[in-house]
């Protein structure tokens, strides 16, 4: 069973257009996060949310929006999509503090590119 | 926010060689910790170091935290073409939040 997983896989699109991408894990994790990887591999993270909750929003522009249906799923709308957006996205998930080491569980990623 | 910076950015081996990338940030970190993304995957969790000088060995990888908690490092010995990959540092920068601001990571290759 895939722990964190996120769809689609590949996903290309031309400037302007506005897509999703979902993320589902199962391992009954209360933190989730997006991040973006550009093509020099630097990994950056967007938003966090916890419970349902944002509880990180980085510098990101308002065309990126994420949305928590419930704990186990964060998703990611982006409006008028430009090249730059072009990247590989990584969902991730987090378990309990306190006696667990904090690990995150990424996801297999979405390679996002903008034509 | 606080930055981990790492090098080198690229090592390039021959099989049976020793490697080591190096984590320096400029203030204490409460923990850092490591992952390994293989070429086409995702970044995969090895160890997260907390204690001042803490030490820890996977097989033939080492982790070091220094004792000022402001560098870690992470040696691999007698490389192997699986261990290709980026390695990444991170350190919490979040507090509670516990948001990873990660390192830029090496790109390791081993030659055959």
């Known amino acids: 069973d895939t722990a964190v997983s996120q769809t689609p896989k590949y996903l290309v699109t031309q400037m302007g257009n506005d897509k999703s991408i979902k993320c589902e894990q199962n391992?009954?994790?209360?933190?989730m996060y997006w991040y973006k990887q550009d093509s020099k591999k630097f990994l950056k993270i967007m938003f966090s949310?916890?419970?349902?909750?944002?509880?990180i929003n980085e510098t990101v522009p308002n065309r990126f929006s994420p949305k928590s249906p419930d704990k186990a799923h964060l998703n990611l709308h982006i409006n008028s999509l430009e090249l730059g957006d072009s990247a590989v996205y990584f969902c991730?998930?987090?378990?309990?503090?306190?006696?667990?080491?904090?690990?995150?569980?990424f996801g297999p990623g979405t390679r996002l590119t903008v034509l | 926010g606080q930055q981990v910076m790492q090098i080198p950015q690229y090592q390039h081996v021959q099989e049976g060689e020793d490697f080591t990338t190096y984590c320096n940030s400029s203030t204490t970190l409460s923990n850092i910790q490591w992952y390994k993304q293989r070429p086409g995957g995702h970044p995969v969790f090895l160890i997260q170091?907390?204690?001042?000088?803490e030490v820890k060995k996977q097989k033939r990888l080492t982790f070091q935290f220094g004792e000022a908690k402001k560098n870690s490092s992470l040696h691999i010995t007698a490389t192997q073409t699986t261990d290709v990959g980026t390695y990444f540092c991170?350190?919490?920068?979040?507090?509670?939040?516990?948001?990873?601001?990660f390192g830029k990571g090496t790109l390791l290759t081993v030659n055959p």
């Open positions: 991170a350190e919490n920068s979040g507090g509670s939040n516990y948001k990873l601001t």
């Open positions: 949310y916890n419970n349902k909750e944002l509880i």
């Open positions: 170091l907390v204690k001042s000088g």
């Open positions: 991730a998930s987090r378990g309990l503090a306190g006696g667990h080491y904090n690990e995150q569980f």
């Open positions: 391992l009954g994790h209360d933190t």
